[in-house]
């Protein structure tokens, strides 16, 4: 994620040359960090952020007007629920574990077995218009989300604001859209680990250091990276795999993806229980364990729980940026 001082500058250069108008956007990012990808047809704007925040806690994104996107991603628990699953509007039972948004941008795939979806504006169809299973039951009803949404006169300023280039169109392409761009401002980069490693050795206790060093030795094979993930699919542990769930390998028809699984990231891990697609998993300790192939001693499982503790981010889940918004249009909500 490292961006060298020259190729920032050589870039800049090169979008003056082109006669291309500065973003609407800056990241706060720490020293060192890329920003995500963006695509091109969506770029970034302060106006689509406030706008995607708002759709992100509106309830009338759902069939019946009970289910927000921030019902099932609550920004306390690190934007996931503590349910093993979350039921539908219609009281179908969920069918995975509700996944962590922090650093959602870097994502190279975005739900826990479907590599095709690979970005937000996409996979914002799934939980509003998806049947598999029915989350917040949309599909066959998207027209209805215009009338929603543009018998508000606020609204209607907001989207116009949001996407002049097309007039202020309100429909599921710029729903996502918006929802997309405020997604991919949910940055988690303050963690006491965060801290340890831009050199401050009074962020972490020694235990804490301690599982560092055997978390690199025995679990950053698939949890690699900033965000400890390598985004790849996986089967762990030694059970068979589920028949009523079968992974990757429903998307792919191949036998081989039966079981594999995308790995999540460890971002506010410590605080997002239970664990696994399934939620089958209640606490860190059994987590570890279902891996079943990994040996643990006592002693590193302490090590390995404290420091999984220090991937909380109290910035994160406190931000207000990220939080309901208490008012639109100068008016309170």
Known sequence: MRLPASAAVLAALALALAGVSAPQWRWRLPEGHLPPAVPA??????????????LFYDADLSIDGTMSCATCHEQKRGFTDGNRTHPGVHGNPGRRNIPSLANVAWRSSLTW??????????????PIAGDHPVEMGMKGAEAELPRRFGRDACYRR???????????RIDMTTISAALAAFQRTLISTDTPYDRWRQGDRTAMTSTAVAGAAVFGTKCASCHSGADF????FHRIGRKSPDAADRGLGEI??????????????LRNVAISAPYFHDGATPDLSGAILRHGDVAISAGE?????????????????????????????????
């Open 252 to 265: 792919t028809g191949d036998p081989a993806g039966n079981g594999k699984f995308r790995t999540p990231g």
């Open 41 to 54: 047809d969506n770029p970034m704007s302060s106006a689509k952020i406030e706008l995607g925040r708002r």
């Open 113 to 126: 077995a479907d590599p095709t979806t690979r970005t937000l504006e996409a996979q914002a169809a799934t």
């Open 229 to 232: 993930t390598d985004d790849g």
């Open 158 to 168: 907001m989207f116009a604001k949001a996407f002049p280039e097309e007039k202020g």
């Open 301 to 333: 499982m302490d090590e390995l729980l404290a420091f999984l503790q220090h991937l909380t981010d109290e910035t994160f889940l406190k931000d207000k940026r990220f939080a309901y918004p208490e008012e639109a249009c100068g008016r309170k909500l």
